[in-house]
């Protein structure tokens, strides 16, 4: 079945440069998802991608898609402390339903001053 | 993005009784949502997804008696959780599909005591 795997810390430096990385594997996903969740809130869409691209780029937010690889990263430049959080990739999966978003376990990143 | 609330953001009640969850799309109308269980310090696991009009879809293992979904308006989506117990307490989350996105609630946190 289909899943998605993210590494589950990272911890930078306010100013550096944070890279979350997240496998997939459903290719036949046609849209891949970050979002941010802060302790006891629900879930903030930041970005997402076509399965078509290859980057995308939104202020100070890079999405990279390999697709040969189902490999998906999230570049965040200039880490600042708000920006810590929980962050959370998607793939798209399309079941009997509707289109559900399948999710990793969550990427924690840690800002220090 | 599509504003999504929740309602309550907080309960606590007592095994073996019911709470309803209310799920409203405050911009968009939406035709399909989904309910999502987090637990803690783990990634969000759909539980059933809803249509307007029809009947919920669940996914494999969640019991459709106990957990109650009401789709009745393209704007509004209830997740009851009959006679409650403690293994029930968790943080549900809904979703709103727009198009290719998904936008969240900011999540209900149950506690059965």
């Known amino acids: 079945g289909e899943d998605v795997e993210q590494s589950l810390f990272l911890s930078v430096r306010e100013g550096d440069s944070s890279v979350i990385n997240c496998t997939y594997t459903d290719s036949s996903s046609t849209y891949l998802y970050w979002y941010k969740q802060e302790p006891g809130a629900g879930l903030q869409l930041l970005t997402y991608?076509?399965?078509?691209?290859d980057m995308k780029q939104d202020q100070r937010l890079t999405v990279l898609l390999n697709k040969k690889d189902k490999h998906l990263s999230l570049r965040i430049a200039d880490t600042q402390t708000g920006d810590s959080a929980i962050y959370f990739c998607?793939?798209?999966?399309?079941?009997?339903?509707?289109?559900?978003?399948?999710f990793g376990k969550g990427t924690t990143l840690s800002v220090s001053s | 993005g599509a504003v999504v609330s929740q309602h309550p953001s907080w309960v606590i009640c007592k095994s073996g009784t019911s709470v309803k969850i209310e799920c409203r799309s405050l911009?968009?109308?939406?035709?399909?949502m989904f309910w999502y269980r987090q637990f803690p310090k783990k990634s969000l696991m759909l539980m059933a997804t809803?249509?307007?009009?029809?009947?919920?879809?669940?996914e494999q293992g969640v019991e459709k008696d106990k957990f109650l979904i009401n789709h009745a308006s393209l704007t509004l989506s209830t997740l009851t959780v009959t006679s409650a117990h403690p293994e029930d307490s968790s943080f549900y989350i809904c979703g709103v599909k727009i198009q290719e996105t998904q936008y969240f609630g900011p999540g209900t946190r149950l506690l059965v005591l």
């Open positions: 809803s249509n307007e009009g029809s009947k919920a879809t669940y």
């Open positions: 998607a793939e798209s999966s399309t079941n009997q339903a509707g289109t559900a978003l399948i």
């Open positions: 911009d968009f109308q939406a035709t399909t």
């Open positions: 991608i076509f399965s078509n691209m």
